[in-house]
Nanobody, 124 residues
Framework: QVSLVESGGGLVQAGGSLRLSCAAS????????MGWFRQPPGKEREFVAS????????YYADSVKGRFTISRDDAKNTVSLQMNSLKPEDTAVYYC?????????????????WGQGTQVTVSS
């Protein structure tokens, strides 16, 4: 059974940057899509970014396009989310998730395992 652990969250001023990492254990991430989702205070969980099993395909929510970059390192069994030009509306708990094999997905229902989340707070 896979375990996903996020790290790298914290408090940052608007315009700043953070890099989130997701470390997997119990299963290699090879051949699996991976995704990042977030849940802002008082709101439902929403899609942020996903990367396909080969790393060649990525998708982003419109709200983060051009500011966030998702990447993967299968040798280290990790997935990262580089977040630049952060805005107060990016404040949320960010979750890493294991997606389907040999494809890419943006729907949360396609993801079978989730990390515990890491808090990102952007001050204005």
């Amino acid at each position: 059974q896979v375990s996903l652990v996020e790290s790298g969250g914290g408090l940052v001023q608007a315009g700043g940057s953070l890099r989130l990492s997701c470390a997997a254990s119990g299963r290699t991430l090879n051949n699996y899509a991976m995704g990042w989702f977030r849940q802002p205070p008082g709101k439902e969980r929403e899609f942020v970014a996903s990367i396909g099993w080969s790393g060649s395909t990525t998708y982003y929510a419109d709200s983060v396009k051009g500011r966030f970059t998702i990447s993967r390192d299968d040798a280290k069994n990790t997935v990262s989310l580089q977040m630049n030009s952060l805005k107060p509306e990016d404040t949320a708990v960010y979750y890493c998730a294991l997606g389907p094999r040999f494809t890419v997905a943006i729907n949360a229902r396609a993801y079978s395992a989730w990390g515990q989340g890491t808090q990102v707070t952007v001050s204005s």
